[in-house]
């Protein structure tokens, strides 16, 4: 009684560290990375304080793809980086195995739902505040990567919207309460137009791409008039955001009134860099096919082999994808991707559409559209944006019953979970000192 006590506490912990991560990010990046690695921990701690733990196959394909990441940063450009970035995996990891495990997860999914809505609310409030001249809040966030201010050419809180419009959505669609149904449909037209304001292409093309795929695939059943009006409607509002950006940036503007541009909303042709930043992982590639250079090494490549402009620099190549296979080579890329295909087309395959589980639909379109986003964008390289993802994963992702790749009955995995608390711990203790924020800085 006292260990089921004891470790329901500890989920509960972890969920509560982890709520309100996207907000804490916007503000304070080093400290929403370690809470990550905290709240992991407390999520996926019941697990492997069994007696005996099951591993089916996406389990150990997760364990195989960590195992590669950490052989790629043996020779990494950038050691520290790369073991920052690797930690960031396996926090992940924990918290696909602890909720995907967790014999509680309704209860895990009503905090997931309020997770999402709430921080997408929150934070397009701020968005908002944030576009109104002369108001500011302390501490502006604008020169480091958060997700209610615009800095690389458009508001990254679209990567967080399109996990919250989907939820929202489906609230209409389950909801038998009035009062209730008329929130959800307020939320969610706001947040549709807090995700036109953020001006995020890809977001709202991947979003309009996850909807229209899982009606013509005749995949929701639930509400089916409501899902056809929402996606109608950012169809048509995507086609019209794109065509009118294309003739304002590319034939409107001229050379006078440059300077006066709307930010964000001008995006000529020759403007954009993503091609190029992919040839620069292609390069890393070349550098060290078999296993990389080593996670978060990309930004190292794209500095050695930038132009003259500026913009032809940048952290991320704009694609996870291939920003993985870059770092950790064509083993480490390979798996990397075939674990996402493969959890997407179990989801997939494996949907309910029945009012048992409501939710299914919403964070399905959710998890796909962010799938998508990350060909052309460098979404998942938010703490939270990227947690949200696994989370939502774990959550639909049935427990497979008898289906075991192994049974760890042994003290092993009580050393595994050891490993990793000491590995955290020195994580933790060292992103607080001077020397590793010079390292960051300097590389």
Known sequence: ??????????????????????????????????????????????????????????????????????????????????????MRYIAYFLVFIGIRKNPKKELIQKIFIAMVLVNSFVLS?????????????PESPILGMNLFYPIYGHNSLADLLIF??????????????????????????????????????????????????????????????????????????????????????????????????????????????????????????????????????????????KEKDAYSMSYYVHNH????????????GTLFTLLVFLVLFALYRSMVNDRNAIFVNGIYIGLLASSLQSLIDYNWQFFSVFLIYWMGIALLLIKTQGNYCFVVDSKIHYVFILIVIILFSFQIYVSGTPFYRWILITT
Not at 49 to 70: A, G, H, N, Q, Y
Not at 175 to 204: D, E, P, Y
Not at 226 to 233: G, N, P, T, V
């Open 1 to 86: 009684m006292l260990k089921n006590l004891l470790t329901d506490s500890s989920t509960i912990s972890g969920l509560i560290l982890l709520f309100f991560l996207p907000i804490i990010e916007s503000f304070n990046r080093p400290l929403a990375y370690n809470l990550l690695l905290l709240g992991s921990l407390l999520i996926a701690l019941p697990y492997f304080l069994r007696k005996k733990i099951e591993f089916d196959f996406l389990d150990v394909l997760f364990l195989i793809v960590l195992t590669v990441f950490s052989i790629s940063n043996i020779h990494s450009l950038i050691a520290m980086r790369s073991y920052t970035e690797l």
């Open 321 to 332: 994808y291939l920003q993985v296979l870059a770092e950790t080579g064509v083993v480490g």
């Open 125 to 137: 409030c701020l968005a908002i505040i944030y576009e109104i001249r002369g108001v500011y809040l």
């Open 164 to 305: 919250g419009i989907p939820i929202a959505i489906n609230l209409i669609t389950v909801t038998k309460r009035k009062l209730l149904w008329l929130l959800a449909n307020i939320l969610s037209l706001f947040l549709i137009l807090n995700l036109v304001l953020s001006f995020g292409r890809a977001a709202m093309l991947s979003l309009t791409i996850a909807f229209m795929a899982l009606l013509l695939l005749k995949k929701i059943n639930i509400g089916v008039k409501s899902w056809y009006i929402a996606a109608i409607s950012l169809g048509i509002i995507t086609i019209l955001f794109f065509l009118s950006s294309f003739v304002y940036s590319n034939f409107l503007v001229n050379s006078k009134t440059k300077a006066k541009t709307i930010r964000g909303f001008y995006k000529p042709i020759e403007g954009e860099f993503r091609l190029n930043y992919m040839r620069q992982a292609f390069i890393g590639l070349s550098l060290s096919p078999i296993f990389g250079t080593g996670l978060d090494t990309f930004r190292q490549i794209s500095f050695e082999n």
